[in-house]
């Protein structure tokens, strides 16, 4: 404690420096403070880069986008083939069916026709037979097929209706999702192709794969691994459409099938028995046409026969009855010959020789008269044969046209026609009275 000493520190103020020493702790805890802003500015500002980083990740976010909307595309593209490749297909069970159903109708035009030419028979020969009731079965039957087919054919155009709805519905998916993905490469394939090149890797060819529809299980797996703001609901709901009207055309086109084949071996069938059924009326014609034209020729001899024993007859009476003049009896002819004279001088001998004369012309005159009445007979049951045979002959002849005309309209390869046709040679009622004369 010496006397310079306090001297010294009475100089120096202690509220000077407290202000100084104040203003040095500000300054540290500015420092301080200005440090750790700049520790905190390090770890929460910005980078310089910012502006890249920001491109880098909005461009992958758009490129992770327009990947999977092009997974959808393909997807989207693969239903719209597979329902345009259905839609063929159904186009052409449609043909098959339209196919089936003219054949049907003509069938059961050529069943009118065979019905109106069967009434150019005779009134005799119009009777209801077999052949009438087979071909009546026969329009009943190709009436029900064509119903049938009828219906077959109204559900494949309100498919087909579906099926270009749901097309059109896809195209116009595709068409809205593929308008951000004008600058990627649609292809899959090639997309793979160009990195294996870049890469140096060797390429595969593509492969051709056969085209089959996508399954609902399929669809549901793939579906799961598209985003949500890829797949949205109208693509959604265009492929379950897809998949529902491909499933439900699939089994339409197995009935139109089904039932094509059924029309068919009904058809044919049908077609068969008429045809056995005219084959065996003809027949049956012929063989009766035959007996008849054989009875004919037996009654034609037994008129022969009948007519000579007239005549025999007819000259027999004439020799019971004699010469007509008187003058021209012989001297043993007359009933007063000598002999007869010398005879009766006696009483009670009369001769029945007069009697016996005009009793044997008399049954002359009588079996003459029967005669005649069996020879008119039988010309009568002649008349009728003939006349029956040339109705056997007509029918014959319009049963073998109908029948050719079935065969040779057979294979539908004609053009339906509103008039009705006509058999010109058919065999002629007074033609054949006139052939017939000569039995």
């Given at each position: 404690n010496s006397p310079g000493r306090r001297e010294k520190m009475s100089v120096v103020s202690d509220k000077w420096k407290e202000t100084s020493i104040h203003e040095i702790g500000l300054s540290q805890n500015v420092i301080a403070l200005a440090e750790n802003g700049l520790a905190v500015g390090r770890r929460a500002d910005p980078l310089p880069f910012l502006r890249d980083v920001c491109v880098k990740e909005s461009n992958d976010r758009i490129h992770a986008y327009v990947r999977a909307t092009r997974n959808l595309l393909l997807k989207l593209r693969k239903w719209f083939i597979a329902t345009n490749e259905e839609i063929k297909s159904l186009n052409r069970s449609k043909e098959a069916l339209e196919k089936a159903l003219e054949h049907e109708r003509k069938d059961i035009d050529l069943n009118y026709e065979c019905t109106h030419l069967r009434e150019q028979r005779t009134a005799k020969e119009k009777e209801p037979d077999g052949v009438d009731e087979l071909i009546s079965k026969e329009v009943v039957r190709m009436s029900s097929l064509k119903r049938l087919l009828e219906f077959q054919l109204r559900r494949v155009q309100q498919q087909l209706q579906a099926l270009g709805m749901t097309r059109a519905r896809l195209a116009a998916v595709i068409q809205e999702r593929s308008r951000v993905a004008d600058l990627i490469c649609h292809s899959l394939a090639s997309s793979v192709r160009s990195a294996s090149v870049i890469r140096g890797g060797p390429v595969a060819p593509p492969r051709k794969k056969a085209h089959s529809a996508p399954t609902p299980f399929a669809l549901k797996a793939e579906n799961h691994d598209i985003p949500e703001g890829v797949m949205t609901p109208e693509a959604s709901q265009a492929m379950a459409m897809a998949t529902?009207?491909?499933?439900?055309?699939?089994?339409?086109?197995?009935?139109?099938?089904?039932?094509?084949?059924?029309?068919?071996?009904?058809?044919?069938?049908?077609?068969?028995?008429?045809?056995?059924?005219?084959?065996?009326?003809?027949?049956?014609?012929?063989?009766?046409?035959?007996?008849?034209?054989?009875?004919?020729?037996?009654?034609?001899?037994?008129?022969?026969?009948?007519?000579?024993?007239?005549?025999?007859?007819?000259?027999?009476?004439?020799?019971?009855?004699?010469?007509?003049?008187?003058?021209?009896?012989?001297?043993?002819?007359?009933?007063?010959?000598?002999?007869?004279?010398?005879?009766?001088?006696?009483?009670?001998?009369?001769?029945?020789?007069?009697?016996?004369?005009?009793?044997?012309?008399?049954?002359?005159?009588?079996?003459?008269?029967?005669?005649?009445?069996?020879?008119?007979?039988?010309?009568?049951?002649?008349?009728?044969?003939?006349?029956?045979?040339?109705?056997?002959?007509?029918?014959?002849?319009?049963?073998?046209?109908?029948?050719?005309?079935?065969r040779r309209k057979a294979n539908h390869r004609?053009?339906?026609?509103?008039?009705?046709?006509?058999?010109?040679?058919?065999?002629?009622?007074?033609?054949?009275?006139?052939?017939?004369?000569?039995?």
């Open positions: 529902e009207n491909i499933a439900k055309s699939e089994a339409i086109r197995k009935e139109v099938v089904s039932t094509i084949s059924r029309a068919e071996v009904t058809q044919g069938s049908v077609h068969n028995a008429v045809n056995q059924g005219f084959s065996q009326k003809i027949s049956m014609t012929l063989t009766l046409q035959q007996h008849l034209q054989v009875s004919n020729g037996e009654t034609n001899l037994a008129g022969h026969k009948c007519q000579r024993y007239y005549d025999l007859q007819e000259k027999a009476q004439g020799y019971a009855m004699g010469p007509v003049a008187s003058s021209d009896l012989t001297t043993r002819e007359r009933l007063d010959r000598p002999v007869v004279k010398v005879y009766q001088r006696h009483p009670g001998t009369d001769l029945p020789e007069a009697l016996h004369v005009i009793d044997a012309t008399g049954t002359y005159v009588d079996s003459m008269q029967q005669t005649m009445k069996n020879l008119q007979l039988l010309k009568l049951a002649g008349s009728r044969l003939r006349d029956d045979i040339a109705h056997k002959k007509i029918a014959a002849g319009v049963d073998k046209g109908v029948l050719q005309l079935r004609w053009v339906m026609d509103s008039q009705p046709h006509k058999i010109t040679s058919l065999p002629k009622s007074s033609g054949d009275r006139g052939n017939e004369g000569g039995v």
